[in-house]
């Protein structure tokens, strides 16, 4: 195979090998509904997915269904969250999404883009998380390691995720954009990372622009 030459290229050729990479690549937080991982996903700024997923068993078993977090006591809330960071910002936008859910979509989460980040505390990158993994809707959510590697490999110049995600969801069939940010997301994390990366363990070197960038 020759070296691809364009961004489209690069990213097919991407997708292709870290899905041979990456077979298992799942969302690692904890969830069993789209309301679950909508509220986990907000918890998640800022925050590692482990210690996300040892708030939310206490979370969600106080408050099990959108209309019970819409009711909360604030302060009975970012006490369980506390350990997640930012607790009562993240607080308020829980019990903001959760009224949001409750008034305008029959306590359900919506599943169009305009519907998810109208609600408090959910920008693209959650409303993608949601829509990629628990809804099955094209999604790509690009964070700090979807935004280094699609910079590193070519993929695009951009720094900002929305500009991001749109010069890449061309690139990616979509049914399976959401797939290509999480092994993405593995690959920076276990090969990639913002410092020193490990390009001889690379299964993309052979056409990286940025190897041996550092």
């Known amino acids: 195979m020759g070296r691809p030459r364009s961004p489209a290229g690069r990213a097919r050729v991407t ?72 607790y009562r910002a993240k607080a308020a936008n ?7 859910l409750v008034e305008r979509h029959g306590g359900e989460v919506p599943s169009a883009m305009a519907d998810l980040v109208a609600l408090p505390g959910v920008g693209r990158k959650t409303a ?32 900002d995720p929305v500009k991001i995600e749109r010069e890449l969801n061309p690139m990616v069939p979509a049914g399976e954009r959401g797939a290509f940010s999480l092994r993405l997301i593995l690959h920076g994390r276990r090969v990639c990372p913002s410092r020193k990366p490990r390009c001889e363990e690379c299964v993309l070197a052979d056409f990286c622009p940025a190897v041996g960038v550092g």
């Not at 829980?94 to 949001?100: E, H, R």
């Not at 628990?134 to 110049?157: K, Q, S, Y």
């Open 128 to 159: 993608n998380v949601v829509r990629s993994v628990a809804l099955d809707l094209p999604g790509l959510p690009v964070d700090t390691h979807v935004g280094r590697l699609a910079r590193r490999l070519g993929l695009t110049t951009e720094t």
């Open 94 to 100: 829980l019990m903001g999404m959760a009224t949001g």
């Open 15 to 86: 997708h292709e090998r870290l899905a041979l990479e990456y077979p298992e690549a799942r969302c690692e937080l904890d969830h069993r509904n789209p309301y679950e991982l909508l509220a986990a996903t907000i918890l998640s700024a800022q925050c590692t997915d482990a210690r996300v997923n040892m708030v939310t068993p206490a979370l969600f078993a106080r408050y099990p269904t959108p209309e019970d977090l819409a009711m909360a006591n604030p302060e009975e809330l970012e006490e369980i969250i506390h350990s997640t960071g930012f």
